[in-house]
Nanobody, 124 residues
């Protein structure tokens, strides 16, 4: 497994931006597809964005399409989530995850490595 550590969360007003980072260690990061997930209070964990091993293929949840951008720098073993035009409903704990099989799955069970999460709070 690869070890993942998220950072960059915080409190922001609606309409603002945040950039989350997820630093990987322990294994060659370019062997893994990656995903950003989030869990809002009282809700299930949901996928937000996914990127292929090289970063050339990306997918987004409809709720964030056009506002969020996932990217990765394999030389730095880091994946990013740029979040713009934030809304109060984006408030959640955000997690990055990695899948050594590179499936780009939406299912949490298909990811074998997880970070500890970072809190994002968007005030109205």
């Amino acid at each position: 497994q690869v070890q993942l550590v998220e950072s960059g969360g915080g409190l922001v007003q609606a309409g603002g931006s945040l950039r989350l980072s997820c630093a990987a260690s322990g294994r060659p990061f370019n062997n893994y597809a990656v995903g950003w997930f989030r869990r809002a209070p009282g809700k299930e964990r949901e996928v937000v964005a996914r990127a292929s091993r090289g970063g050339g293929i990306t997918y987004y949840a409809d709720s964030v399409k056009g506002r969020f951008t996932i990217s990765r720098d394999n030389a730095k073993n880091t994946v990013y989530l740029q979040m713009n035009s934030l809304k109060p409903e984006d408030t959640a704990v955000y997690y990055c995850a990695a899948d050594v099989l590179g499936r780009l799955s939406q299912a949490t069970g298909d990811y074998d490595s997880w970070g500890q999460g970072t809190q994002v709070t968007v005030s109205s």
